[in-house]
């Protein structure tokens, strides 16, 4: 059973509109983050977490805003969206933010914007 | 500026070994990872070192020269299922920021 938990799968959207994407994770984990990974591009870190706090952000646009409602969820809302948003968006998460730990990664969800 | 660079495309024959390289220049350093990505799939972690030399996990090996910002992947009795991309991460600071390189895309023949 996967521990980290991405919704949708797949989402379609339109230019302009706005999307949830929800990361809940299983593992008692601490720390949290967003990954995008867009077609021949390498994977990008975008936000990190630690109980609930935002630690580090990558993230030039503010059209992108993390929501962590409980320990274990860190969702990303993505606002105005735009054709170049486009991307699997993958979610992590580790024990602790600073410890020399690799982060374990969701199934991701597969963002496509017309 | 930071980088990780792979190369894109390896092959190898069934049976034999396949090494994946790497090579890093970063601000900072605290650990390298391999992660294993299959097509639409999540990357899934293989190995993380931070220090040099080579650590031994069986079917993958990870070798890191911290000196000379290179690491490899080595993959031993190589099968068809090892087919798969591997990704290189570098974490430059405390927290989890991890950079990544582009992947290389492993393909094991017959």
Redesign the interface.
Known sequence: DPKIIQKPKYLVAVTGSEKILICEQYLGHN?M?W?RQSAK?????MF?Y?YQKL??N?TASSRFQPQSSKKNHLDLQITALKPDDSATY?C?S?QE??I?????????T?LSVL | GQGVEQPAKLMSVEGTFARVNCTYSTSGFNGLSWYQQREGQAPVFLSYVVLDGLKDSGHFSTFLSRSNGYSYLLLTELQIKDSASYLCAVRTSSGQKLVFGQGTILKVYL
Do not use: T, V
């Open positions: 720390a983050y990954y591009k390498p994977l990008e870190f990190s630690s630690m580090d990558q993958f992590a580790s933010w600073d020399n730990q690799a982060p374990l990664f969701g199934e991701g597969r």
